[in-house]
């Protein structure tokens, strides 16, 4: 029996979707509905059962949870401008200590999702070192609450146990209900399709052209074939970068937007708000050394290939994997 928590959700979704591409159905999903259309991402997939992420946590602290074979750990708040601090510190850390502590305790091997938002403005680079971690400065609530359970991860020795995955931009189909933290590719879909035109930051930063603010963009079906080659050989525990480890453009992307949509490029660029400006990472890049040193190595599509994926076979239809 698998664990499946965030299910619903974008990433935890296609996991899903890599598993029954597997043979896997005996899976129990752990998330939180609410009013979206995240039950979408759903509908047509086997799994056993479905659990609300808070009777999990329930039956966590009761000690009534049964015993699993594998703990997926991949749902949290990832909103990168919600400010309740409160709501983090509950929800993505204490419920990540809690569900860990019990798969630990029960010998279950564990996996969870961290981010790349850890690492603030890069100031530090982009290494996933152990000896690194504690030197790292989020910019938002979001990225310090992973940050948190990375360092719990790591204080408590833990590290040669689990294994935590700092996504870097993932983007694909099965996020049509992330509203504002849709992809751009997702979000400026509508708007070069119908009207040949995008529109993109600014840049704010001496020496950056605008648009030329640079990404690590990863397909979300590349992300799920590294998670299911770690789940599926066990060995591989640490904390480590997932994403292509090759920056890209906001230009690029946009460029291959329109390619993919047959649209003559026209790229505007737009002022970026105020709040957004201090928080706002202007390169992001992942180390993919120490992961490719456990021996899992996977080649990665490019972002053209990746975008043109996205918008011909989903995309232009709003379909789902």
Known sequence: MIILTGGAGFIGSVFLWKLNQEGISDIIVVDHLDSSEKWKNLSGKLFADYIQKDDLLSLVESGKLGKADHVVHIGATSSTTCTDADHFIRNNFGYSKALASWALKNKTPFMYASSAATYGDGELGYSDSDDMTCGLKPLNMYGYSKQLFDMWVLENKLAN???????????????????????????????????????????????????????????????????????????????????????????????????????????????????????????????????????????????????????????????YL
């Open 161 to 319: 146990k689990v294994t935590g995955l700092k996504f870097f931009n993932v983007f694909g189909p099965n996020e049509y209900h992330k509203g504002d933290m849709m992809s751009v590719v997702c979000k400026k879909y509508d708007e070069v399709a119908s009207n040949g035109c995008i529109k993109l930051f600014k840049s704010y930063r001496k020496g950056i052209a605008d648009g030329e603010q640079k990404r690590d963009f990863i397909y979300v079906k590349d992300v799920v074939d590294v998670m299911f080659k770690l789940f599926s050989e066990p060995g591989r525990s640490g904390i480590f970068n997932l994403g292509t480890g090759k920056a890209r453009s906001w230009n690029d992307l946009a460029k291959a937007m329109f390619k993919a949509a047959g649209k003559k490029e026209k790229i505007e660029y737009m002022d970026m708000p105020e709040h957004l400006r201090p928080k706002y990472q202007y390169f992001t890049q992942a180390d993919m050394s120490k992961l490719v040193r456990t021996g899992c190595s996977v080649k990665f599509k490019s972002l053209e290939d990746s975008v043109g994926d996205y918008i011909v076979n989903y995309l232009s239809e709003k379909a």
